[in-house]
């Protein structure tokens, strides 16, 4: 079963849809439209594999706003009372930090021209000339509704459940980027798989930045959870990250006040450039992982804000093409992804959930085996030192 | 009766609401949505006690849009034809006065982090540097739709009719404000009372500020209207409004490129704290009074904007927390209200309508008895000379 | 037949129409809503003779989004998937080119405060003093939605439609124009006409600008395609525009990289004010006129931006009433309309469409005779040279 929800350029929309699985009767597709408050005209697509669920945010860039695996829930608590429409999101107020005023995602992408700190670069347009512009914390593809959305559902083996978007970033003049993205799970699985492409449409070079903001907050979260990874070398991004770097890895419970610490990571990878990050529970026995590419995603960012609860108690494992700098920062570190024109960058994700030590156990026996002789290079200072 | 319009954390939501009362027969509450132009899919409420109907915006913060008693409009003609969705005002614009494309309500918050004129501030993230930003002109407030709403009518007595909203000002990393209003009205009654609650919901100490813009055009606001106040002290806010501050209270006619005067005042209250504000028409027969309390509220402003009918002919009386000069010139005369973490600051403000010349004389005695000994210190210049 | 569509002031809103001609099969009006993407809760209206159909977007000032004429659409392919919600647009963003990120339409006003590039202008308000001002590009009226919308279709002649809008461009303190539209055609026929009053609807006199941005692409739009107009003088913009500048009604096919060329016109008219400019392809058997009148719109441009199909291949004719500079410098050339409080500035354009060599070459000579005896000056540098 292939049905199309929304498909703007042909005007077809379908404010509702439900599919219950016959095979999988614990499987299901939900869509509705919420209404009221900030959150009022966005669609909503629930998916339930049995076991995992999750809902996609169409309006926001086809981002995941929660999902649950089993008892686990995995979102975190935003000062922000989402989902937010784009129509109340200013990306450039507060001298570019008005991406927080929508920000309470599970899974946001961060891009298409530029993640990371907001802050002024130069560009250069087709009338020849450089300008100077304010690229706004995290870009602006989280913001921009979908033009179309279908899902397909494959009984043919397991019940398998894709749901595809696509999203324009683009103005005249300016880059014109498309995310082709499918979201797809199967009945029963621990899993959510990703797979983006980054469409350039037009015919000029265009540099993309995306990153992949994963934030989780209890109860995988709590103090004593810890963040494994395989490493070459992890770092922090600035002096505030600096106390504490020996155990980087380590979550704290929250804090009052508590600013938040980042650190840069160089993954360890398979050699077909595979690998795994997770974030566990201090008892071993709730994770979450995240398996993507380092060729696709060569950085990955630990994001460490536990404050208190009320202000946001949330790690986040970031895998990206870039660190979250400032874009001019990251062209000049050379880690800007290029796309020639009419050509197209892929990246998948996979976030997998488990509530059993012996799963987790194993998924640390992995990454173990990709950490194998590399010698992992801590530093205790930014890079910059 | 308890009816809930909208949660939008429990996905509720009613696009309509219809009571009339059994008991009171002209006692009604209807909710409905407005559709096409800028109002379009905005939330309205309006409730009628008999004598005295309002009309609630949702979607602007819990606004009064305008209001009516008996025959007299309470309400002014501004250019914009509202209501508004905030969805077509950006803030920002205009250097900070984008707040104007909104502006045609009765009474409208301004706040939370800051009200009055637009301009830099430093403000300290919890990234524990300094940031200086743009505050917009009478800050967000009125921008953000409510979360919650509900509708209690009470006939155990008097019919009696509140309803509740709930407005979050809020984004990771910046004060998290939670605004909970209840407007009450009385079958028969002339009145209208607002208790507003804003409730620091982080955990950190934040600054607030909040003023109450209410606005009356004709028929009560006429050449010879007067606005009646027991006084210690009032003064002309700039040049602008030194010309006539001796005759500060005196409301002219409209009149084509009259420019805005702003007085501001020290207020005589009762021991309690208790004060009266009151615009009343030349003939002492139509006014209205605002009742609130100086230890909530120790600043009061009066707006004139006696300009042609076509260009906003209105005059603005404004109890606050502050005065609406830069939130800067406000800290350092120590007049911003300081929430600790968790804790809130509550509010108490009533409009009364009034079409009978000898309430209004009882509401003027009223105010004489408060003015009682102190005599009123009338600047003719601006308090900075 | 006189239907009210919206209608804000008095809650009159209508989500469909349909109204097709029992005299003209072939004529219709139909009115919808778009679900979905960016194109969500905007109001459409089509309107079919037989022969022309066009759509109306009342949610984006009354601006006409394409057409079609027998078999040769009208419109040209931009990199935005439109239409475009005007809440997805911000005017200040990208130093002030946000509005791009709208802008897919065929024929679209720029005003009614400014046009043309955007930058600082400054300003006077109404407290007397100047403020500097951003004045993004193309100004605000085609991001606002129409308050008022009726549809009039009148059949004791030929059948004849006509579609009313009214935008409202204000804010209290600054200008507030009310541009009232009609938009009409008669059964069968090759043309729409548009007649708008911008009214000051203020009492102060406010300086004007409103242009008309027309724009094609194939299959009138092609190599060899030529722009055909009386001209006194004819001058490109900038350096840009310089190579070529001999050429300059002539269009070339698509190329990656071009960069848009600009030129100023100085129209020929007749005694009465009436002048004619036209785009026909290369074989002159398809063609597209604009009939308007120099007394209200003195300067007419062309837009060449024959870049990559995928980047927007496309010609703008640019009748208005100034030249897109910065208004800092059509204020200085003396081209800012002023309209005196409460008074208005009418404009009349009809675009007309061709599928017959026959007809083309009867414009052609209509142009001709608008030339007569005319020498045009081409110039080869920008003015300022």
């Given at each position: 079963?292939?049905?199309?929800?929304?498909?703007?350029?042909?005007?077809?929309?379908?404010?509702?849809?439900?599919?219950?699985?016959?095979?999988?009767?614990?499987?299901?597709?939900?869509?509705?439209?919420l209404n009221g408050g900030q959150a009022n005209g966005m669609?909503?697509?629930?998916?339930?594999?049995?076991?995992?669920?999750?809902?996609?945010l169409?309006t926001r860039?086809?981002?995941?706003w929660?999902?649950?695996?089993?008892?686990?829930?995995?979102?975190?608590?935003s000062p922000v009372c989402g989902p937010v429409h784009p129509c109340f999101v200013n990306?450039?107020?507060?001298?570019?930090?008005?991406?927080?005023a929508g920000f309470d995602?599970?899974?946001?992408?961060?891009?298409?021209?530029?993640?990371?700190?907001?802050?002024?670069?130069?560009?250069?347009?087709?009338?020849?000339?450089?300008?100077?512009?304010?690229?706004?914390?995290?870009?602006?593809?989280?913001n921009?509704?979908?033009?179309?959305?279908?899902?397909?559902?494959?009984?043919?083996?397991?019940?398998?459940?894709?749901?595809?978007?696509?999203?324009?970033?683009?103005?005249?003049?300016?880059?014109?980027?498309?995310?082709?993205?499918?979201?797809?799970?199967?009945?029963?699985?621990?899993?959510?798989?990703?797979?983006?492409?980054?469409?350039?449409?037009?015919?000029?070079?265009?540099?993309?930045?995306?990153?992949?903001?994963?934030?989780?907050?209890?109860?995988?979260?709590?103090?004593?959870?810890?963040?494994?990874?395989?490493?070459?070398?992890?770092?922090?991004?600035?002096?505030?990250?600096?106390?504490?770097?020996?155990?980087?890895?380590?979550?704290?419970?929250?804090?009052?006040?508590?600013?938040?610490?980042?650190?840069?990571?160089?993954?360890?990878?398979?050699?077909?450039?595979?690998?795994?990050?997770?974030?566990?529970?201090?008892?071993?026995?709730?994770?979450?992982?995240?398996?993507?590419?380092?060729?696709?995603?060569?950085?990955?960012?630990?994001?460490?804000?536990?404050?208190?609860?009320?202000?946001?108690?949330?790690?986040?494992?970031?895998?990206?093409?870039?660190?979250?700098?400032?874009?001019?920062?990251?062209?000049?570190?050379?880690?800007?992804?290029?796309?020639?024109?009419?050509?197209?960058?892929?990246?998948?994700?996979?976030?997998?959930?488990?509530?059993?030590?012996?799963?987790?156990?194993?998924?640390?026996?992995?990454?173990?085996?990709?950490?194998?002789?590399?010698?992992?290079?801590?530093?205790?200072?930014?890079?910059?030192?």
């Amino acid at each position: 079963m292939n049905v199309i929800l929304t498909d703007t350029k042909n005007q077809i929309y379908k404010n509702e849809f439900n599919f219950v699985s016959k095979k999988n009767k614990n499987c299901s597709v939900k869509k509705y439209v919420l209404n009221g408050g900030q959150a009022n005209g966005m669609d909503v697509i629930e998916v339930n594999n049995g076991n995992l669920s999750f809902v996609i945010l169409p309006t926001r860039g086809m981002g995941i706003w929660r999902a649950k695996y089993n008892a686990i829930d995995l979102k975190w608590d935003s000062p922000v009372c989402g989902p937010v429409h784009p129509c109340f999101v200013n990306l450039d107020t507060e001298n570019g930090l008005g991406w927080l005023a929508g920000f309470d995602e599970l899974i946001v992408r961060c891009g298409l021209q530029n993640n990371g700190a907001p802050g002024e670069d130069v560009v250069r347009h087709n009338d020849g000339k450089t300008h100077q512009k304010l690229l706004p914390l995290h870009g602006r593809i989280a913001n921009i509704p979908a033009h179309f959305v279908s899902i397909e559902i494959d009984e043919s083996d397991e019940t398998k459940i894709t749901v595809t978007g696509e999203v324009d970033e683009a103005m005249l003049f300016m880059p014109h980027f498309r995310l082709k993205t499918t979201i797809e799970t199967t009945a029963g699985s621990n899993s959510l798989k990703i797979t983006d492409e980054v469409i350039n449409c037009g015919t000029a070079e265009e540099e993309m930045e995306l990153l992949y903001h994963c934030n989780f907050g209890p109860p995988i979260l709590e103090k004593g959870a810890k963040v494994v990874a395989p490493i070459i070398e992890v770092a922090p991004r600035d002096k505030i990250a600096e106390p504490g770097a020996e155990e980087f890895y380590l979550c704290e419970g929250a804090e009052n006040g508590f600013e938040e610490k980042v650190y840069f990571y160089n993954l360890a990878a398979r050699e077909n450039g595979e690998t795994i990050t997770m974030l566990k529970n201090k008892n071993s026995d709730k994770a979450v992982a995240l398996r993507f590419n380092k060729n696709e995603m060569p950085c990955f960012t630990l994001w460490k804000n536990t404050a208190a609860v009320e202000d946001g108690y949330v790690v986040g494992l970031e895998p990206g093409t870039d660190y979250p700098n400032n874009r001019a920062v990251e062209r000049a570190a050379g880690r800007l992804v290029k796309i020639p024109g009419k050509s197209s960058y892929k990246i998948t994700l996979e976030m997998q959930a488990f509530d059993d030590a012996a799963l987790i156990a194993e998924v640390e026996k992995e990454i173990s085996e990709i950490q194998e002789d590399v010698t992992p290079e801590v530093r205790l200072k930014t890079m910059s030192e």
